[in-house]
Nanobody, 115 residues
């Protein structure tokens, strides 16, 4: 079982930055991919960025050039540095972690970007 706890969301003006953090805990040794999804009000949940344990990344087109995903394997933690934020980035951001064939989800953290 894996528990994920996100932090770092909040309210920021357009053009600003936020850094999301997610820490995994539980009876785990090595987690596979870790990353972030988001869901804006009225929209489907969508991929933001995913990083494999080997270092491969996959970014949504909307995130490329503005967001950077990183992880600390020793801490089973993943981070999302978000720069040049836009109002359309407003959403609940969810951390994910893959472990033994199961994808675990965090509770989500709200990011609101004001214009």
């Amino acid at each position: 079982q894996v528990q994920l706890v996100e932090s770092g969301g909040g309210l920021v003006q357009a053009g600003g930055s936020l850094r999301l953090s997610c820490a995994a805990s539980g009876t785990i040794f090595i987690i596979g991919a870790m990353g972030w999804y988001r869901q804006a009000s009225g929209n489907q949940r969508e991929l933001v960025a995913v990083l494999t344990i080997g270092g491969s990344t996959n970014y949504a087109d909307s995130a490329k050039g503005r967001f950077t995903i990183s992880r600390d394997n020793a801490k089973n933690a993943v981070y999302l540095q978000m720069n040049s934020l836009k109002p359309e980035d407003t959403a609940v951001y969810y951390c994910i972690a893959d472990f033994r064939g199961t994808r675990y989800w965090g509770q989500g953290t709200q990011v609101t970007v004001s214009s």
